[in-house]
């Protein structure tokens, strides 16, 4: 029969074997016994995929049927993770293939193993929108990620003698994607350049000429809903140029077809590469062409799909929602404009009223340092009609400014959208949205208070907060399966659909066999992970030891460098007295460099220094143990956080947005050890003193510090003896070359410590020492693990995205976990 009538019938895992040997030869052409892995896999995913298929179709025409309201969320970022475990797991299909394969003697696992993990993103934005597809697909909703196709992800890191070396990720080295569907006839063309020339005939036209046309292919990856049948789409956008019907000249100067390819190529360069950089904005040309390239064919192709169903445009914004993922996509406001005006021929009231309304933004930063603006000159060449049309949002945006705030010229700067021959991208973004969130508590309230106040007075209604929240299929039933077998065999399965019933699991804290069936867990997944560590790096952790993860995007505000300098203090103590009693610890860390950004490759090149001197040291007796994982991506945080039991969450409070790592680690036993900034905050409301460790300077401190023109850092290193031991340490030939760590040094000492990593040293080392001495007392440590996973539930992104459902999109239906 044909693949659906399998789809259908396919019962049991005979079935599936048959089935998966057939495809074996129909996509190879070889016998099951001479296939590789890679291929096995490749056949596995192609059976899969004909599952996503027809449930796809089906969802589509479904939505068209209900006429239900999509949501679009544009992001230059998506971090996927693998998805043949996460669409077997939602598919439900995760028995029947695992037993299905055992039968033919193949371990799932290892074929899970041979999938590109796709890095299309840099860290926490690109994986929380990945996140939230999961949700909207599981909720039921009708959202769609609308990104690009990189041809190469972010680069794969490599480290030889503790340097960061950057090599490019091939992740499409066969050609293709085995799970996107390649959509050629829904390709959409964008502008670039050329000229604007205005015609006025009772009404103004513009002509826009000379431009450079790209055409943008989409490819739609399926995301499945956890088990209710829904497959939404992940569209990417490829720059693709076809030569079939462009003639190769073969004059004097003409190389025939030589120019024409090698054209072909220059254009397609467009959407080679993801931007490694989230720590400082660089105006680069080739990034502003990326965001309009995306803009404008998402924008096209949802706007095409509502006209051919032959819905009213001013009924946009009831018919879809487009959310853009932070200022990267903001230039969506002027796109709509542009495509409202001058293709759909609206006056400018209506279509500035149909883009508010359609429009809503997230900030995922406060840092000055990543605010996008973007150079005059640069903007109106590449874009010069955009720019026409910012100009005039810029002006009547400012005319209602004056209205407001009549001659105070500076506050009107202040939030102008064109100022000092610069394009704001944030404040495009907020005049252009109906709704601003903030990713926390705290961030929001700075947001409101500092970063976007002069906007937040002017239109208070359009700021709210909505916590991020994270996919607990993927970050517990896929990536720590036992707990969550464990915690079914406890409370039920409930929890699945609803994470808020995971509190039902403190009903377990004081039961002994519950608790020792969590250790057990635990040790199962530290000792996977020690496999894992001795394999690749031939470094032997203690199973029994306190792992302690630092995971994340190295950068001198997440404060790597502080944690480096607690280790350098507990080895120090064991150098002062080879007897101390330490409590057994293996310090985890993982995470890319910006490649240009200096300070954190040393930051890298310390962790390696410290690590081959600790680790080495007979003297330390494998007390303490120090791993650097290369080439963090999601499968090692899949790896890691189930396997960890503190997670190092330490910013320079008001730094850090939200976070979500440190969700992930609380949905898994984790306990945190963390300052009082972004989601942090929110956690230790949940769980209460007892189940956190908390410390340092509060957000209202460091930012009064600021105010008052910093602090002295050698105050404290005269006052603390252990800071200057350490920082002496940098420097003085303790770790080989001397010079190697000047510029850490000098931030810390002279250059005022703009991240208050002395200033807060003496309390982390106190709740370090306070931590430790609580791990060792194994069932006080496992009430704060269960503790730990029973108020994980509103971290779960089905609430976060609920709550974008409610009071962003405003869409129909409620989800289950906000009805009544
Ligand atoms: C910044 C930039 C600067 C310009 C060049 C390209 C580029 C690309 C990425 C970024 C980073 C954007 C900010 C970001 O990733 N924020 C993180 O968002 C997470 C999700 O909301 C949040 O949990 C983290 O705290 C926040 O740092």
Known sequence: GTNFDFVDAMSGEEDFAIAFTANVMKLHGKSLDSASNREKYLALADLVRTFLSKRLADTEAAYRQEQKKQVYYLSLEFLPGRLLAANLLNLGLQQVCEQGLRRLNINLAELIDQEEDPALGNGGLGRLAACYLDSMASLGLAGHGCGIRYRYGLFEQRVTDGYQREFPDNWLKEGRNEWEYRRPEETMNVRFGGRVRTIANG????????????????????????????????????????????????????????????????????????????????????????????????????????????????????????????????????????????????????????????????NHTVLPEALEKWPIDLFQTLLPRIYMIVQEINERFC????????????????????ADGTVHMAALAIAGSHRVNGVSAIHTQILKQKTMSDFYQLTPQKFLNITNGVTHRRWMLLANPDLAQLICEAIGDRWIANPDELQHLLNFAHDNSFCCAMAKVKFANKLRLAKYIQAKYGIAIDTCSLIDSHIKRIHAYKRQSMNVLHIMDLYNRILDNPHADIVPRTFIFAGKAAPGYYKAKQTIKLIHALAEKINHDPLVKNRIKVVFLQNYNVSHAELIIPGSDVSEQIPTASMEACGTGNMKFMMN????????????????????????????????????YYRNGGYNPWDIYH????????????????????????????????QGDHYFVLKDFAQYVEVQNKLANEFINTELWQKKCIANVAHSGIFAGDRAFAEYALSVWDLAERPPCLRQ
């Open 203 to 362: 009404k103004l036209h513009f002509i826009h000429e000379n431009y450079q046309q790209i055409s943008a292919v989409p490819y739609d990856i399926p995301i499945a809903g956890y088990q209710n049948e829904i497959v939404n789409t992940l569209r990417l956008w490829s720059a693709e140029v076809d030569v079939t019907y462009q003639a190769c000249t073969f004059d004097r100067h003409g190389k025939g077809c030589i120019n024409v390819i090698a054209d072909k190529h220059a254009t397609e360069s467009l959407t080679d590469t993801l931007y490694p950089d989230d720590s400082v904005y660089e105006g680069k040309l080739l990034r502003l062409k990326q965001q309009y390239f995306l803009v404008s064919a998402s924008l096209q192709s949802i706007l095409r799909k509502h006209v051919v169903n032959k819905a009213d445009l001013r009924l946009l914004p009831e018919k879809l929602s487009i959310h853009i993922n932070d200022t990267h996509p903001s230039l969506a406001v002027a796109e709509l404009m542009r495509l409202l005006l001058d293709e759909y021929g609206l006056g400018w009231a209506e279509s500035w009223d149909i883009t508010t309304r359609t429009i809503s933004y997230t």
């Open 399 to 418: 005319r209602e400014l004056w209205d407001m705030y009549p001659g105070d010229w500076q506050k009107i700067k202040a939030m102008a959208i064109i």
């Open 669 to 704: 036993g984790a306990v945190t050890i963390g300052t009082l900034d972004g989601a942090n905050i929110a956690i230790w409301e949940a769980v209460g003193d007892d189940n956190i460790f908390t410390f340092g300077l509060t957000a209202d401190q460091v930012l009064a």
């Open 719 to 750: 006052q603390d003896l252990r800071v200057k031991t350490v920082m002496e340490q940098l420097v003085n030939g303790f770790f080989p070359y001397p010079e190697e760590f000047r510029a850490h040094y000098d931030a810390f000492l002279n």
